[in-house]
């Protein structure tokens, strides 16, 4: 047990005297009736609706004057107006915002990671109004405001958002003003404009998932964090195997039933998807940065070639090529959606798409545009605002809904939580 | 498409054995660095031969290659000498008499499709348990002679068209195993379960009378013939008197009757008469054999292909006397396409996992044959089970236990180990060389290693063909300190305590090392009998013979792999205009697979601009793909279905869509609760926003940086530990002394609150009512139905002032004494349920 003094007693004694479970018995029975599973308080009044709304949005308790607004609005029959309200509060986006992507921008869904150009892109484009589709092929990074004079934003590091978020939290500047939209290519010269995929292009995706491997990784947790699929959930093992790389062993163990019933159900798919990425690198020090905190997203463009596959390709997608010599050899970033010919077709694709494509961006607006993602995008808030997931009919058809009004606001973001918070502000 | 390079890929498939010879010729015989041969000169009975010399020099390789080996009565000179049976090429009175005699029924070329071959793997005179291993073993006989000869070899494979079969109606044998437990699985486990199965004293696989009831129907599969009962291997093996338990015919009938009663119960799969389809063919008896030959082999002295497919011995068939037979124990099973899978999963007891282990004695041919050269090299294909194994896991080891060995191949994760006793190593051959840990060399997958040792280079090993560059920093040795009385085994030590678990399908030892491109070349060659299945398609595409052509051999026990199609009409003249071929499918007795349809997209224009009859047709496609296998190779019938060719065209009907099941209502009693915790950064913010206090305090900051991690990162409310309880504390606390302690902010918050004073005075009744209206109006704010009221607030703060300020009898009653307990008072506020739940 530590021995830090807390207002002249030691924690012991803090814990003894001051813990609110033990001296404050209507907070503690309170604490205890939720922590056992009491589904609900009853929400009645305005007041509670109010506060409910700004917390969910926010992550904080509303001003005195905030909290007047918002009941008028509810008063008046609009609480609608009183999320919007809450949704102006700065804590929305450094708060609320920023830990909903948080996870989404590493392998190991940390939270606990500092702003990147991942997560400031995320945080703008909702800030901003943008047509959220935008998030999987917008030529789109947000950076901080050039007057506030921070460190540039630099490929091999992340010391500018590193800079934005102590500046944030010294109260000098806000998150929702100090952030400025920027064309990407622009901002990362390595990539052109058709290169560019909104987040999945932004250094710390790269980062994270560019890093060795295969570039599966970029697809696989865009697929979770976007359509809120993993590949278990749309695998089928009767999709055609034919873009399925070499690397791929079709015996695993010296077992082919392994890859005929488990592995070739998700390959089938991802393969042919996860070629959009076939141009891409994370390029580190291996040997004096093993962890690659100071690599750059490359890009081969038209008129670079990989010296080990003698095309644009990048060498990773030719690695372990004896595991099944006789698989795909990658060509090019040519990708194709064969989920769009499978038996669960339930994800919604746009007929207006054609499915196929050449690169990152075309292939994040396949993601983007297919019901699922709206859906996803949806449900999360739901989650985020609810605490819960749709249980009933009643939650499925207000999911329904709110993915109407969602597209309806031109996919806003923040219609979404709107819709959320005044469902779920009780009765 | 690039139809340049795809024709140059076609020339390389078509004429593959010729060009793979030639090229061998290239770098066996024809390189000035290559090394004298070291010919077998062990013989049987060649010691005492007195007629004429060898002609010769080609007679003369067949005297001390060939002929020495089979002259023995034991062997073919037993009816094949000079006064018995003709062809007298086993012969002992005139060796030139002997050569004539032999050389119709040999192909110096190809010696595996020598007619000799052909006629000892039916079991012609065959001197061991079995007819494959002899067959090999008299193959290794006439490569042997031919040497140079085969070097010189360009012949290619000869396409001829197979005999036709119409597709018909099969039965789909059930994947579930209940049909069989009923019907032949009682037989199985009552008569064959001494022998065939894990438990057994002396296991023998194939396990088809496993007590696991799964276990025995995967290995019984390609035993019964569902089409033609009486064509069943376990009735054929009954007839053939193998084991019965009382007359043989009775037990064969008995089989019998019980495979009909188990086809009668499988229903027909009746073929989709509207499919566009080829004619139907069956790997074995319609295959042309694809790979005969072209691996180098000069200076082998041990080789184990593991044909045989079942017993208890895995032959060596190198040709090379004395013959270094394996004994199979343990946990072992064998494989389709050739090999031996080793396991440690059926039999607890470590001494019992699978092995194969040769006698000391003959394992001595080892240490003969290479202390003479000084010099070896180990080739294996193998697919270790995982990547975890370690100690090293022996692969191959020539060796005495755990601490000593001559060499050993194994295993530790991801690396490959090689271990070599030599003037430069220990008796244990170490410090071993293993692949670099970075690498990853090792692959759970088929991989083909070679360990090459030499006095200049020490230990090399290869992967897939390719050098490892893993240096060998102990350096060639003199290997004279082996010792002759360790055993060569595979899949574990010698001792039987460092298993290897994985599939073994060929461990060829050599006396010389293998150069990198005759590594590069064995690679390339694969392993395993590969098939050429020449599909015929003429009905649909109005040309004479016309085929579309597979690569087809067994994968694995599961699964055959079917490679790189192509087009081809046997008739020279014949040339393909404007054939459209779409949507190429794999069907296997009467249906199409379901799984691994890799040709599916497939769409090709089979055309004069790109086909070409003397370059081998037209690529369809360069991928391969794998299918699993249902009856067995011996029974399973191949057939592919089109969407498009030629004149024929099926309609596929689209796919089902799949409508998504609407969730059932989660219960009431089992929904997620609609409140929950504030998590970490909002627990910041929100006392941040209550307080006034800046997150970027000192004090406040450094606490948060400390207990951030041990905050809630998830609202779900069930998921709140005691943990969070004393995060949320020591922050609220330090949140309401910065609070407190800025006397800015406390005017602000406890506006008209006495701090000068003591608590005698300031938290007074008056004060302490003062005190907790501030708090409510601070923390909770307004009136709400589930928070407490400013009157229970009034007394809980009340009660709690008491205790601190009664239990404290030798504090001080002044202005510090005060502070603390407002910010005490303030802290059990902040950090209770009010603000950390919402």
Redesign the interface.
Known sequence: MPTQK???LT?VE??D?????K?????TS??IL??F?????????S??QA??IH??IA???P??TV?SDMITFIDNNNPQAAASLAIENE?FY???L??MVAPMTNVDQD??VPLDDYSATFIGIVLNDIDFRQVLSGNIIFVGDPSLNLTPYAPDNNLHYEALESAI???SVELSTALVQRSQSDVIPELPADATAGVLTTRAAAKAFFYAGTNRANFRFTLLNYLCKDLEQIMD??L???RIRQDV?????????I???NC?GCHAGMDPMAQAFAYYEWDYDRDNDPMGELGRLVYNSSSEMDATTGTRVQAKYHI?S???P???VTPDDSWENYWR??????LGWDAALSGRGNGAKSMGQELAHSEQFAQCQVEKVFQQV????P???AD?SQIASMITNFKNAGYNLKQAFIDSSVY?M?D | MNWDSTIGAMLFRFFLIGFIVTFIGACGGGSGESVEENPNTETLTASSYSGPVAQTSDIENFRINFWSNVIANNRCGQCHNENDQAPKFARTDDVNLAYNAVNPYVDLNSPSLSSIVEKVSGGHGCWLASNTACADTIAAYISAWAGESVAGNTSSITLVAPTSHDLVDTKDIPVDSSLFSTTVYPILTNYCSDCHAETATIPQSPFFASADVDTAYSAALSRMNVEVPEDSRFVVRLNSFHNCWGDCSSNASEMQNAIQQFSDAIPVTTVDSNLVTSKALNLLDDGIIASSGGRYEANMIAKYEFKQGSGSIAYDVSGVSPELHLNLSGDYEW?GGW?I?FNSGAVEDEKGKGKAQGSTSASKKLYDQITATGEYSIEAWV????VTQEGPARIVSYSGGVSERNFTLGQVLYNYVALNRSSQTSANGEPALSTNDDDERL?????HVVINYDLENGRRIYV??EYTEDLDDAGGGSLSDWDSAFALVLGNEASGDRPWE??IRLVVVHNRILTDDQIQNNYDLRVGQKYYLLFNVSEWVDLAEAFVVFEVSE?????Y?F??PFFISLDPNAVPTGIRLRNMRIGINGKEV????????TSVDLDASSYSYSLGGQVV?T??????IEKGPALDQFFLTFDELGSGTYVRTS??????V?PA??P?DE??????L?????VN??FS??TGV???QSSV?STFETV??QLP?K????S?LSAH??AV??LS??YC?ALVDDTSLRSTFFSGFDFNSGPSSSLDTAGRAQLATHLFNGII??????Q?TEA?LTT?IS??LN??IN?CTSCSDNAARTQ?LV??SC???L????????
């Open positions: 807390y207002l002249d924690i803090v814990l005297k001051f813990n609110p479970m001296k404050l018995s209507w907070l309170l604490t939720f922590a599973g009491y589904a609900s308080l009853a929400v009645g009044s007041v509670d506060k409910r917390d969910r992550g904080v308790p001003s005195a909290l804590n450094l708060v609320t920023k830990n939270v606990f939290n010294s109260n093992v009767t055609t195997p034919d062993s079709r015996s695993p163990g010296g077992d082919s039933s890859f005929l019933n070739i372990n004896s595991n099944f006789y698989g795909y010919a499978s038996n669960d077709q339930t609810c605490f819960r997931p249980s009933d009919s499925r779920c009780g | 494989v090999g899978r697919t270790p089970a995982n692959q759970a997958t088929l991989q897939n063909g994985g599939v994968f694995d026990s599961s699964a792999l490679n790189a379901d799984v691994g349809q890799a040709y599916a997209k496609s991928i391969g793909t794998v299918v699993a796919s089902t869509t799949v409508t998504p609407t209502d989660v009431d929904r997620a609760p609609t409140i929950g504030r998590t970490f950064d909002e913010s929100t926003v209550i800046d997150r970027q900051l951030k991690q990162t609202v779900d409310i069930e709140f309880q004393m504390t020591q606390i330090e002394s704010g307004v009136a709400q139905d589930d407490p229970e809980e009660d709690l205790q601190l239990d603390i910010k005490a802290a059990a506020v950090g209770s349920a009010v603000s950390f739940i919402h």
